[in-house]
């Protein structure tokens, strides 16, 4: 791996101006994306967290970026465990499905792995920001997929009395839509 990178990605942090500035130096090296992919999936060593971090400013910021790499990321998505690695990975894929550009691009097995891995993460032990996400992905999944939204009903009405304010307050906004 580049030193530089694992430099950068060990001294980075989650706060936004950091991962800004770290998202801005890969634009202005994308030879170093693959890596940061590669990185962010490789969960055996714990600064793929912060690598996820950087990986979502990184498409935040420029999207089209991730066409080349969305096999790579839909395949490896169950392979996350790490809460905060989860929501930043979460909050891009959500980004992903609402972009119609790369919605495009998307494949019947990307769809398949990212349905799969948003399932997983909801009825996972996570905090409430990755699952929102889970369920926001999976609302704009739903409306191309006529399964979904019986299963996220289900499981948003199971879930609703245990979960948090903040998991509770997305839940019934979804649900309003389904209903």
């Known amino acids: 791996m580049n030193l530089e ?17 770290n998202a801005r130096h890969i634009l202005q090296n994308t030879s170093l994306l693959p890596e940061l992919i590669s ?17 979502e400013k990184v498409f935040e910021i420029q999207m089209d970026l991730s066409f ?14 790490n809460d905060s690695a989860i929501q930043s990975v979460s ?16 494949s019947e097995k990307n769809l398949e792995n990212i349905t799969t891995a948003c399932f997983d993460w909801l009825i996972s032990d996570l905090r409430v920001a990755p699952k929102a996400h889970a369920i926001y992905t999976l609302f704009e999944l739903g409306k191309n997929q006529d399964w979904i939204y019986p299963e ?21 906004k979804i649900l309003k839509k389904l209903n």
């Open 39 to 55: 990185f962010s999936f490789s969960i055996e060593n714990k600064l793929h967290i912060r690598a996820c971090c950087i990986l």
């Open 5 to 21: 990178l694992l430099e950068r990605i060990a001294k980075s942090s989650a706060h936004t101006q950091n991962r800004v500035e």
């Open 152 to 172: 996220l009903k289900q499981l948003l009405e199971y879930y609703t009395g245990s979960e948090s304010a903040g998991y509770k307050s997305v839940a019934r």
């Open 91 to 106: 909050r891009f894929i959500h980004f992903l499905v609402l972009d119609s550009v790369v919605k495009k691009n998307l």
């Open 68 to 81: 080349k790499y969305l096999d790579f990321i839909c395949e490896n998505l169950s392979k996350l465990k």
